[in-house]
């Protein structure tokens, strides 16, 4: 059974930052193989998609998450990161990890996309 287990939520105030972290297993699971990101969700909306890096790197992120957050992958411990820095209140939600077959990414993905979900992690930013 695949598992991706999201960490690093919790509260801070606008400006701050926060790091999260999602790790997969069994070891087998392969991030660095994965169309792989983070996707978010708050109280009353849909969820959306955030920041995702491919099987070549490349990467894409939301227009609002653009130079504040980025999306990191260590292919050797197989954990997948999101460094968010200046948060601002609309950033509030819980946020997943998500991983999807191979391929390349063109434009932000759909959650339809991706298979394979952590339970999320609450991110509150506060004023």
């Known amino acids: 059974e695949v598992l991706l287990a999201e960490s690093g939520g919790g509260s801070v105030q606008a400006g701050r930052s926060l790091s999260l972290s999602c790790t997969a297993s069994?070891?087998?699971?392969?991030?660095?193989?994965?169309?792989v990101g983070w996707f978010r969700q708050a109280p009353g909306k849909e969820r959306e998609g955030v920041a995702f890096?491919?099987?070549?790197?490349?990467?894409v992120y939301h227009d609002s998450v653009k130079g504040r957050f980025t999306i990191s992958r260590d292919n050797v411990e197989n954990i997948l990161y999101l460094q968010m820095d200046s948060l601002k209140l609309e950033d509030t939600a819980i946020y997943y990890c998500?991983?999807?077959?191979?391929?390349?990414?063109?434009?932000?993905?759909?959650?339809?996309?991706?298979?394979?979900w952590g339970q999320g992690t609450q991110v509150t930013v506060s004023s």
């Open positions: 069994p070891s087998g699971f392969t991030l660095s193989d994965r169309r």
């Open positions: 890096i491919d099987s070549v790197g490349r990467k």
């Open positions: 998500a991983a999807a077959g191979g391929g390349q990414l063109a434009t932000m993905p759909r959650p339809s996309a991706f298979g394979f």
